[in-house]
């Protein structure tokens, strides 16, 4: 791989994690209603689905996706109804860092971590991206371990710092939005945003 294969590369992961998405909107939601230490629990989450996402890919699953249409649908409909579901939840959930002194019991920190993973492993077309992304920066000639390893490591270091930069720049504004209405606004729209999400994902078709 030379440098400016791997510029073009960094350029490419830029754009992709720069767009918002599900997981950007998870761990700003998350930060906002329990913190920033249980937002970064949720990154790491969402960080760790990116890698099996990739490994999955190199592994065949993105040609499994590709090639069947049942095991695709499968996944994309597991995948948006968990969209959907989380949508739902947040749309009704009241702020828990708000009510943190109110005698509520706190939510595990595993939870926000299988939350994170969830969101982040939740579409099916970021395995076909993935198989159909990473050959493009190979060098076919060269060992694919050692190359394999240098984008995925990229790629995740790229995802934590843009997702930890969200979690931590909404716990920073928090305070200016202590108020039940403003976070009871902001809860129903990262709900509708959720779902609306899952409804975009059950739409997808695979591209043959």
């Known amino acids: 791989?030379?440098?400016?294969?791997?510029?073009?590369?960094?350029?490419?992961?830029?754009l992709l994690?720069?767009?918002?998405g599900p997981t950007m909107l998870m761990c700003m939601t998350t930060s906002l209603n329990h913190g920033p230490r249980k937002a970064m629990t949720?990154?790491?989450?969402?960080?760790?689905a990116v890698l099996c996402?990739?490994?999955?890919?190199?592994?065949?699953?993105?040609?499994?996706?590709?090639?069947?249409?049942?095991?695709?649908?499968?996944?994309?409909?597991?995948?948006?109804?968990y969209l959907i579901y989380l949508g739902?939840?947040?749309?009704?959930?009241?702020?828990?860092?708000?009510?943190?002194?109110?005698g509520v019991a706190e939510t595990p920190r595993r939870s926000f971590f299988l939350r994170g993973f969830l969101v982040g492993a939740s579409n099916p077309k970021a395995v076909l991206f993935f198989a159909a992304f990473f050959p493009q920066f190979l060098n076919p000639s060269a060992p694919f371990v050692p190359q394999f390893a240098?984008?995925?490591?990229?790629?995740?270091?790229?995802e934590f710092?843009?997702?930890?930069g969200c979690a931590l720049g909404v716990a920073r504004i928090a305070p200016l939005l202590r108020s039940n209405r403003a976070v009871r606004w902001f809860n129903r729209v990262s709900?509708?945003?959720f779902t609306l999400m899952g409804g975009l994902l059950l739409l997808t078709r695979r591209q043959a």
């Open 53 to 81: 996402v990739m490994l999955l890919s190199a592994l065949g699953l993105g040609a499994l996706l590709a090639a069947s249409e049942t095991a695709f649908t499968v996944a994309k409909v597991l995948g948006a109804a």
């Open 17 to 20: 994690i720069f767009t918002p």
């Open 1 to 14: 791989m030379t440098l400016t294969t791997y510029l073009l590369y960094l350029a490419a992961v830029a």
């Open 150 to 158: 240098i984008l995925a490591l990229t790629f995740m270091a790229f």
């Open 88 to 102: 739902v939840k947040t749309f009704r959930s009241e702020a828990a860092v708000l009510r943190a002194d109110a």
């Open 191 to 193: 709900g509708g945003l």
């Open 42 to 48: 949720s990154v790491a989450g969402s960080v760790s």
């Open 161 to 164: 710092s843009v997702l930890s």
